[in-house]
């Protein structure tokens, strides 16, 4: 069986590279090696046994190529960054959508055997996550906004009494409010997949990653991935920045964890036409995220918190992971005590230029950052 992975020379795409070719599948990468991510070209960490070919999914001409030899399809490639999206748009919307647009135009227009197409959708699709209220259950408030520098709570509040939430694990039920550009293409992508792979009987399965984390990542990339950006900074003997208190919470999975959850979707019936989350269900201050990483590093250096409010950045998000684990039987196995352990390891070796500060001022120079 070959398999197509396009972003496949990416952070999460060439670890399920890596992973179909010990599984014994033919595997063709298609990736445009975008400069912001591969600064250096071909990664070293490139499987040699995976086919590379060099293209855009914005060529339709050249995608068809590809999607004519393969039997499954996982779709990874796209522009991936929250805060950038919110002033490049027009190059999100015309990678992100325009490209799994043409994708989709030639599994429907043109002759193939493509008999599974995954797709990577995102967590950020909900904004934020689900509380519970004492007085009112369970709801799900509006994103925040803020309108002075002077922010005393950084919570939520109940969108019906304005009382305290609690937040709660968040399912793939949860009413979707994208926060950001990027949020709105993944959502766009994950919908339209889904509706011709259910009006043309092509089975599609969108797998919303929560925050993954491992190996690969680039280091010196500085619109995407906090564990990356925090190393980079720490790495190179910076404080690692942290907007508002850092008690803001995210769900961390580990890399080989959602390589697992994309096996598992590509192999099981169970999955297909589904949507599922895939994070840990466990969720993690930011700022403890930085101070973990601190402290693996030995590092005398201590977080910067800048209590300013990132626009469009949510308070707290995890998974319910309830749905893939019934029906994929998937439960994440790696500890982030034990995983970002082993990303400090890998990143010793790893180049990391620090560019969070040209990336913060751009978010400034934009009205981003209050
Ligand atoms: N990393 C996360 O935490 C996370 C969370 C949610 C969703 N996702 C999604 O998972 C997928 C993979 O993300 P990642 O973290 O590995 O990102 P990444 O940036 O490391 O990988 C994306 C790859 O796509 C390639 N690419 C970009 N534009 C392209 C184009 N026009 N044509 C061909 N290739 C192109 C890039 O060169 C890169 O190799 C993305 O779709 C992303 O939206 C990632
Ligand atoms: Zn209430």
Same mark, same amino acid.
């Not at 019936?269 to 973990?292: D, M, Q, R, S």
């Given at each position: 069986?070959?398999?197509?992975?396009?972003?496949?020379?990416?952070?999460?795409?060439?670890? %399920?590279? =890596?992973? #179909? /070719?010990?599984? $014994?599948? &033919? !595997?063709?990468? +298609?990736?445009?090696?975008?400069?912001?991510?591969?600064?250096?070209?071909?990664?070293?960490?490139?499987?040699?046994?995976?086919?590379?070919?060099?293209?855009?999914?914005?060529?339709?001409?050249?995608?068809?190529?590809?999607?004519?030899?393969?039997?499954?399809?996982?779709?990874?490639?796209?522009?991936?960054?929250?805060?950038?999206?919110?002033?490049?748009?027009?190059?999100?919307?015309?990678?992100?959508?325009?490209?799994?647009?043409? %994708?989709? =135009?030639? #599994? /429907?227009?043109? $002759?193939? &055997? !493509?008999?599974? +197409?995954?797709?990577?959708?995102?967590?950020?699709?909900?904004?934020?996550?689900?509380?519970?209220?004492?007085?009112?259950?369970?709801?799900?408030?509006?994103?925040?906004?803020?309108?002075?520098?002077?922010?005393?709570?950084?919570?939520?509040?109940?969108?019906?009494?304005?009382?305290?939430?609690?937040?709660?694990?968040?399912?793939?039920?949860?009413?979707?409010?994208?926060?950001?550009?990027?949020?709105?293409?993944?959502?766009?992508?994950?919908?339209?997949? #889904?509706?011709?792979? $259910?009006?043309?009987?092509?089975?599609?399965?969108?797998?919303?990653?929560?925050?993954?984390?491992?190996?690969?990542?680039?280091?010196?990339?500085?619109?995407?991935?906090?564990?990356?950006?925090?190393?980079?900074?720490?790495?190179?003997?910076?404080?690692?920045?942290?907007?508002?208190?850092?008690?803001?919470?995210?769900?961390?999975?580990?890399?080989?964890?959602?390589?697992?959850?994309?096996?598992?979707?590509?192999?099981?019936?169970?999955?297909?036409?589904?949507?599922?989350?895939?994070?840990?269900?466990?969720?993690?201050?930011?700022?403890?995220?930085?101070?973990?990483?601190?402290?693996?590093?030995?590092?005398?250096?201590?977080?910067?918190?800048?209590?300013?409010?990132?626009?469009?950045?949510?308070?707290?998000?995890?998974?319910?992971?309830?749905?893939?684990?019934?029906?994929?039987?998937?439960?994440?196995?790696?500890?982030?005590?034990?995983?970002?352990?082993?990303?400090?390891?890998?990143?010793?070796?790893?180049?990391?230029?620090?560019?969070?500060?040209?990336?913060?001022?751009?978010?400034?120079?934009?009205?981003?950052?209050?």
């Amino acid at each position: 069986m070959k398999i197509l992975v396009t972003g496949g020379a990416g952070f999460i795409g060439s670890h %399920l590279v =890596d992973s #179909l /070719v010990r599984k $014994k599948y &033919k !595997v063709i990468i +298609l990736d445009n090696l975008t400069p912001q991510v591969h600064p250096d070209g071909i990664p070293d960490y490139l499987n040699l046994k995976a086919t590379f070919i060099k293209g855009d999914v914005r060529n339709r001409n050249k995608l068809r190529e590809v999607v004519k030899e393969v039997d499954a399809i996982f779709h990874f490639a796209a522009a991936v960054g929250v805060g950038q999206s919110q002033y490049e748009i027009a190059h999100y919307v015309k990678t992100n959508i325009q490209g799994t647009a043409n %994708l989709l =135009d030639i #599994l /429907v227009n043109e $002759k193939h &055997k !493509v008999k599974k +197409l995954i797709v990577a959708s995102s967590m950020s699709i909900y904004g934020e996550g689900m509380y519970k209220c004492k007085k009112c259950g369970k709801v799900k408030p509006e994103l925040r906004d803020y309108k002075s520098e002077e922010i005393d709570n950084w919570e939520p509040s109940c969108p019906i009494c304005k009382g305290d939430l609690k937040p709660i694990p968040t399912d793939e039920e949860t009413p979707l409010k994208s926060n950001s550009i990027y949020a709105i293409t993944k959502k766009e992508q994950e919908e339209m997949s #889904l509706l011709i792979g $259910k009006t043309y009987g092509i089975p599609v399965v969108s797998l919303r990653f929560f925050n993954v984390y491992g190996p690969g990542q680039s280091l010196s990339n500085p619109y995407t991935g906090v564990c990356a950006i925090f190393l980079s900074r720490i790495k190179n003997n910076n404080p690692p920045v942290i907007y508002e208190d850092g008690l803001q919470t995210r769900d961390f999975i580990w890399v080989g964890d959602v390589v697992k959850a994309c096996i598992l979707s590509l192999e099981n019936e169970n999955a297909n036409y589904e949507i599922f989350n895939v994070g840990t269900g466990k969720p993690i201050t930011i700022k403890k995220i930085a101070e973990i990483l601190i402290k693996l590093f030995k590092k005398d250096i201590k977080p910067q918190i800048t209590y300013k409010f990132r626009k469009g950045d949510v308070r707290h998000c995890y998974a319910d992971i309830s749905k893939i684990r019934k029906k994929l039987n998937f439960e994440p196995e790696v500890s982030l005590e034990e995983g970002l352990k082993k990303l400090i390891n890998w990143s010793k070796k790893a180049k990391a230029i620090d560019k969070f500060s040209h990336a913060e001022k751009e978010l400034k120079r934009k009205g981003l950052v209050r």
